[in-house]
């Protein structure tokens, strides 16, 4: 089954207004990454954030986690057009250390 | 470097055909896997390797075997194609699953 589940599914929003997505995982991790997907191609790393950290960020996205709730936060600051793509959360297992799964994704529309 | 590569781009198969999908790194990474996109379903992990001569079973293993014989080369092969394996397939790299995932380009395989 999937481990990260992203919300919400479908997003649209006008360039310059602030995207947020969110994932929720099921078990204790150590890391959790966010990826991004523009339509047909592969899947490009965003950020990684660890499991003892609370926020990170890079040039305009901020990335939350919250291990008490098994959840993370995606912000995209100032959208543009060229942020249009999906989005995707992956997290590894604490458990069984080596598998990174991902989840169903959030659909970022941005329009001018 | 070429990163990730994947072939072949595109393929259909005839039910209860074999095939072999090609993935190779130029990074040294240790770890390497194949996920499957469906339409809706996310990405869902098929197999992964730590290492050569290690693979292990991810979420959607049935179907699907792979070998690591070389730090290099993750081939994912298809014993006897089936509609249900209708799909788009990316492998991906990365140092350790801990780190940053390089995917390829993705193969879209069609069988009726």
């Known amino acids: 089954s999937q481990q990260g589940e992203e919300d919400p599914q479908a997003l649209s929003i006008q360039e310059g207004e602030n995207a947020t997505m969110n994932c929720s995982y099921k078990t204790s991790i150590n890391n959790l990454q966010w990826y991004r997907q523009n339509s047909g191609r592969g899947l490009v790393h965003l950020i990684l954030?660890?499991?003892?950290?609370r926020e990170k960020h890079s040039g305009r996205l901020r990335v939350t986690l919250d291990t008490s709730k098994k959840s993370s936060s995606l912000l995209i600051t100032a959208s543009r057009a060229a942020d249009t793509a999906s989005y995707f959360c992956?997290?590894?297992?604490?458990?069984?250390?080596?598998?990174?799964?991902f989840g169903t994704g959030t659909r970022l529309q941005v329009t001018l | 470097n070429a990163g990730v590569t994947q072939t072949p781009k595109f393929q259909v198969l005839k039910t209860g055909q074999s095939m072999t999908l090609q993935c190779a790194q130029d990074?040294?990474?240790?770890?390497m896997s194949w996920y499957r996109q469906d339409p809706g379903m996310g990405l869902r992990l098929i197999h992964y390797?730590?290492?050569?001569?290690?693979?292990d079973q991810g979420e959607v293993p049935n179907g699907y075997n792979v070998s690591r014989s070389t730090t290099e080369d993750f081939p994912l092969r298809l014993l006897s194609a089936a509609p249900s394996q209708t799909s788009v397939y990316f492998c991906?790299?990365?140092?350790?699953?801990?780190?940053?995932?390089?995917f390829g380009p993705g193969t879209r395989l069609t069988v009726t």
């Open positions: 990074m040294n990474h240790e770890y």
């Open positions: 991906a790299s990365g140092r350790t699953v801990y780190h940053e995932q390089y």
């Open positions: 992956a997290t590894d297992n604490a458990g069984t250390a080596s598998k990174l799964t």
């Open positions: 954030i660890r499991s003892n950290e």
């Open positions: 390797s730590v290492g050569a001569g290690i693979t």
